[in-house]
């Protein structure tokens, strides 16, 4: 079995950075969406990426965003990739891969069998699909990805996902030995499970994923 990686999101002090870093995150995420309490400036992340440089990789979590600040983000931030986690078409996904010059994570929100087999449009242009959880039509305030909820993992075995797919969608510590036993993702994400409240990472919390995952793999 291949060891699978992790990824951090939603990280926004330098130190949740240094945790995660040091405990051997092998991507980090940067959320560039006003609304998400996960939010951070361009010039919070420039400071978050370098300490980040050459020991992680580095991912801009964008939802719909303008080409103005994609050009921005990959010019001053410089990431290793874009997660696009809005309702980019596989047209707009080329588009940005095209403008950045930067790999594209793609986000597939799923609740269904039907969510998953939408990822069948971006295998050729995306560059990693990142299944997460489709948050509930009653949860108000809901936001594209970090609400904490996961879905049937199940659905991706029936679905021929892509290879080295990423995993996302209220995983924690509990919960994330299970994951990687009945799923073939190659890449954990998490987020909210690593938060002692919205945005507010917990330190212990990240290093314990990481050793559980590393374990587990």
């Known amino acids: 079995m291949t060891t699978p990686k992790v990824k951090i999101c ?18 980090i995420g940067l959320v560039f969406f006003e609304p998400s309490p996960r939010n951070v400036t361009i010039a919070q992340a420039q400071a978050l990426a370098e300490q980040a440089r050459g020991r992680s ?22 990431p290793d990739y874009i997660q696009a986690h809005g309702s980019e078409t596989p047209e707009r996904i080329a588009e940005i ?6 790999p594209i994570i793609k986000a597939i929100k799923v609740r269904d069998r039907a969510d998953v ?19 509930p039509d009653d949860k108000l305030n809901a936001l594209p990805g970090g609400n904490g909820i996961s879905f049937d ?8 996902p892509p290879d080295n797919f990423m995993l996302s969608g209220g995983l924690d510590v509990s919960n994330v030995v ?26 212990a919390a990240i290093k314990n994923f990481i050793v559980a995952m590393r374990n587990a793999g």
């Open 97 to 102: 891969k095209k403008k950045t010059g930067l």
């Open 57 to 78: 990789k580095i991912v801009a979590l964008t939802v719909d965003a303008t080409d103005e600040l994609l050009l921005e983000i990959a010019s001053k931030v410089q």
């Open 178 to 203: 299970q994951a990687v036993i009945e799923t073939d993702a190659g890449i954990f994400d998490v987020s909210t499970g690593v938060e002692t409240s919205p945005g507010e990472k917990d330190l």
């Open 117 to 135: 087999s939408k990822a069948d449009a971006f295998k050729d242009i995306a560059d990693i699909i990142l299944f997460d959880s489709k948050a």
């Open 153 to 160: 993992w199940s659905l991706l075995a029936s679905a021929n």
């Open 10 to 27: 939603g990280l926004s002090t330098p130190e949740a950075m240094d945790v995660a870093l040091e405990n051997g995150a092998d991507f």
